[in-house]
Each structure stands twice: as structure tokens, then as C-alpha cells.
């Protein structure tokens, strides 16, 4: 049984009185979260009361480290978690049961409902959303222009993004009309790939997670389109070993298009502002719009003396204050009911992340990382095959076995 921690010594100060002092409670984020967490933690220490005592820890180390420190007895009160994780450390009781209180928020049905879905094991909330990443699409309007296409027109299905892409690609040279991190990336195409089936109603995993639903003729016709790309030269031959290095390729002025993070619009104004882009929601392959919630959940490890004190630092971090200083510093806003307010004077290009969250999904499986994260695991080796091989029906058929084998396996 995994220990539980044990309650904090409490110190007390003043003329005679006892008087709780303010509590510093621990909390691990990984590396990379950026920089709009840990302003907020600024800003809440320098109050000068309760204290965040925040530790980097590798993002590849993350959850192994956590769980052995539950185990140990030495988790840090909070942390920051990628919301895939956060139904396995529920389903296993290391997290707290924070149902009664996040239902009491005034604003709890306005927080990104795929974080509090991912945050939700058996009826109870484990977790609320703390970062909120999306994906959209992006074109490069200097390549529309040159390429004869109107630079200012989103384009709304992939009919018309593929005729996009072989116009830009007849410029010739370096310059091509789409990007994807492909086979050596599976947690990349989960990002940008399956918001195309998402949006058409189809699926990977059947809702209650326990059957896979790979083999659809939506998801056939989102590996067709991505194989005509590859096959017209209209994607770069790297695509197919990029393991995520080069994900934001888009960054070089030399793609048209491409399916990105929300993140990406700050990293495109502040380090590439010779770049002239536009964003707008990834289409399904029926035109319908969708996205993939990512980032992180706010989790507290199970049996903290320091619950209550918690709670109060995750209230001032959604509070109007805390939620434009998370945005300001390149975050996506957790509250749908002030997002508004939250990006005002921000670059407006952002709404279109806030509109994301709204149609956008997140797999909800205790196994993500077996099924697709894993570089070997059957969803990196099914885009592989099914973009770059030569038998589709071998690939889809492979893949929709083991991914069950793997789910009848966990349960």
C-alpha cells in the first residue's frame, strides 16, 4: 500500500498568542511548463503570506519520479501533470478526491471540460485544469500570396488545404505547402492528426475506453489525405523520421501550412515576426472543426496536511489576476467565462486556441502511454505504416489488434 504523507508540523509565532504561521506548500512542475506558471507563483509569493515552493523536474522523469515519491512518502503536496496521467494516479488513490470543493466553484462548468473530463476518475474529480494547450491550424500568408491564394481566406476543408499545399509546393525549391512530424512522433499525430476524425464523429477508443475504434472510414479517409500529401511532394522527405525535434518547422518561413499548438502563436510573434501567419480551427474530414486539449492538470497528492492552503493558491491562480498573468506569459486561459477579458490587448490570434477548447478532445485511457505515446507502441508504428507503407489494410489491421490486446491487457 503506498504511504500516505504525514501531517506537516504546524509553527506558531507572536507576543503569547498561537497564531498559525503562513504555510509554504511543495509542488513539482516539469521542465519546459514555461514561463506562465511560474509568474503566477511570483506574484501569489509576493503577497507575503502562504509561499509555492516549485521544483523542475525532467519532463521523461515526471511521473515515474512522482510515483515512487507517493510510494517513498516524500510527493510534494501539488503538481502539475499532464492531464493523460491524471485517471491512472486517481484509478490508483494517490491523488485527492477534490470533487465537493471544485463543484462549489462559482466557475467550475466554465473550466476546459476536457481537463476536468481527464481529471474525473469513477464520478469524482482528481484533478482541474492548470495549463491548457490546443491545436490549430496555421498558414503562412506571404506563401498564399506568392502562390496566387488569397492570404487572408482560411481555408475550411483539406480539398482545399491539399490544392493549397500543390500551389505553394510549385514555388519550387525549399519551400513546401505542408508540415507534420510524422512516423517517429506519436503523441505529435495525436495532437494534430485526430482532431480530422474527432471532428467528423469518429473516434480511436469507444467511449468507455475499453474497445478500439481505429479502423473507421473516417479515420481512412484522414490517412488519405495525408498520403496524397506525401505522395504529390507537397511535405518535406523529414517528416517521416521527425520524433517532435522538429515539430514547429512552420517556424522557418519555408511551409504553407501546417497543424500546430496554441503555444506556437506567442513563439511566432516574439521570435519570428518576419513570419505573416494566420490560425484557425484544424478541419475534421467532413469540414467540421476539432482539436486536441492538451497541457496540464493540477493534482494534490493524497493525504497533505496542507489541502486547504492548496486550494487557495489554485483559486488566486483562476482568478482574474492570476489568469492574466498565465495568459500574458503565453498560456491559454482555464476559465471559458472571462477568456474574453483574460486576452484582451493580447494578439487576437490567441481566440482562436480559447475557441479550440470548446470542440477539442482528449483519449481518456488509465493506458495512453502503452497505446500512444510509446515510440514502439501500435498508434506511432499504425501512422508509419498506414502515411508511408504500402499496405494500408495491413497497417490499420495490426494496429486495431494490438491496441486491444493492450486494453484488454490493463483491464
Known amino acids: 500500500m503506498l504511504k500516505r504523507l504525514l501531517a506537516a508540523t504546524t509553527l506558531a509565532y507572536g507576543l503569547g498568542l498561537s497564531v498559525a504561521s503562513a504555510e509554504t506548500i511543495s509542488m513539482w512542475v516539469r521542465t519546459g511548463i514555461g514561463d506562465s ?197 507537397t511535405v518535406p522527405a523529414g517528416s517521416a523520421s521527425d520524433n517532435g525535434v522538429n515539430f514547429l518547422t512552420f517556424t522557418n518561413g519555408k511551409i504553407g501550412q501546417q497543424s500546430i499548438g496554441a503555444f506556437a502563436i506567442g513563439t511566432l510573434v516574439t521570435q519570428h515576426p518576419e513570419i505573416d501567419f494566420g490560425v484557425t480551427l484544424i478541419p475534421g474530414v467532413d469540414g467540421k472543426p476539432s482539436s486536441f486539449a492538451g497541457g496540464d492538470n493540477f493534482v494534490v497528492t493524497k493525504g497533505t496536511p496542507k489541502l486547504e492552503t492548496v486550494k487557495k493558491f489554485l483559486e488566486y491562480t483562476y482568478s482574474m489576476e492570476g489568469q492574466k498573468i498565465m495568459a500574458k506569459y503565453g498560456s491559454l486561459p482555464t476559465r471559458g467565462d472571462i477568456a474574453g477579458e483574460v486576452l484582451e490587448g493580447l494578439d487576437p490570434r490567441l481566440k482562436v486556441g480559447i475557441e479550440a477548447i470548446a470542440v477539442a478532445k482528449t483519449p481518456y485511457t488509465l493506458q495512453f502511454n502503452d497505446l500512444i505515446n510509446s515510440s514502439n507502441g501500435p498508434w506511432a508504428t499504425f501512422i508509419n505504416a498506414a502515411i508511408y507503407g504500402e499496405d494500408v489494410d495491413g497497417a490499420f489491421s495490426n494496429a486495431q489488434s494490438e491496441m486491444q490486446s493492450i486494453i484488454d491487457a490493463g483491464q
Open 37 to 233: 506558471f511560474k509568474e503566477v507563483v511570483k506574484a501569489y509569493n509576493a503577497k507575503g503570506e502562504d509561499k509555492v515552493e516549485l521544483t523542475e523536474v525532467p519532463f521523461s522523469e515526471l511521473v515515474q519520479k512522482y510515483a515512487t515519491a507517493i510510494a517513498g512518502g516524500q510527493a510534494p503536496d501539488a503538481l502539475s501533470l499532464d492531464l493523460i496521467y491524471t485517471p491512472a494516479f486517481a484509478a490508483a488513490g494517490q491523488l485527492e478526491n477534490l470533487t465537493d470543493w471544485a463543484k462549489a466553484l462559482p466557475y467550475f462548468n466554465s473550466l476546459s471540460p476536457s481537463h476536468v473530463k481527464l481529471g474525473t476518475y469513477e464520478d469524482k474529480v482528481y484533478g482541474l485544469p492548470l495549463s491548457v494547450e490546443t491545436s490549430i491550424f496555421a498558414w503562412n500568408k506571404e506563401l498564399y500570396r506568392k502562390a496566387g491564394l488569397d492570404p487572408e481566406k482560411a481555408p475550411k476543408t483539406w480539398e482545399e488545404i491539399s490544392a493549397n499545399a500543390e500551389k505553394i509546393r510549385a514555388l519550387g525549391g525549399d519551400t513546401y505547402g505542408f508540415y507534420f512530424s510524422g512516423g517517429g512522433c506519436g503523441g505529435c499525430m495525436i495532437f494534430t492528426f485526430t482532431p480530422l476524425v474527432w471532428g467528423a464523429g469518429a473516434d480511436i477508443l469507444s467511449a468507455d475506453s475499453k474497445k478500439a475504434t481505429l479502423d473507421t472510414p473516417e479515420m481512412r479517409k484522414a490517412v488519405d489525405i495525408y498520403r496524397n500529401l506525401v505522395a504529390k511532394d
